[in-house]
């Protein structure tokens, strides 16, 4: 019986399929494997291990993609899904945005509209509430 080969990127075969990968990974996948697997193994970490639900971690990296430093859409994007998926209401992301405004205004201006085209994909309503006490 032929032994199966071992993949020498279980990191980056993982990350493809989980659904949770940034296209522009591709390129380094195919000009430094190396670089790729060993930057996504370290990105694992907290992802693997550690008291936070996943939909928490999700909305920290919302907001770490949506902030006037980074203002990464795809990011953004992908990020509010994964979160949305793990139970984050529009409210929650939307908070989430909102504390990257401490950063700059900027932040909502990439989130917010790809919160809206996100809650509709899913066919949840997109107007917010709301909130007593807040401006």
Do not use: C
Not at 60 to 89: C, D, E, K, M, S
Not at 103 to 123: D, R, T, W
């Amino acid at each position: 019986m032929p032994s199966k080969k071992r993949s020498t990127t279980p990191y980056t075969d993982a990350q493809r399929k989980s659904g949770d990968w940034n296209p522009l990974w591709s390129t380094f996948s195919e000009w430094d494997p190396e670089f790729l697997e060993a930057y996504l193994r370290l990105r694992n970490v907290p992802f693997r291990k550690g008291p936070l639900p996943k939909k928490v971690k999700e909305l920290i990296l919302v907001a770490i993609n949506a902030a006037t430093t980074h203002l990464y859409a795809p990011g953004v994007r992908r990020h509010i899904r994964n979160a949305l998926q793990h139970g984050a209401t529009r409210e929650e992301i939307l908070e989430a945005i909102e504390l990257t405004t401490v950063l700059g205004i900027h932040s909502s201006n990439v989130a917010v509209p790809i919160l809206i085209e996100e809650l509709a994909e899913q066919g949840r309503k997109g107007g917010a509430k709301k909130r007593a006490g807040k401006i």
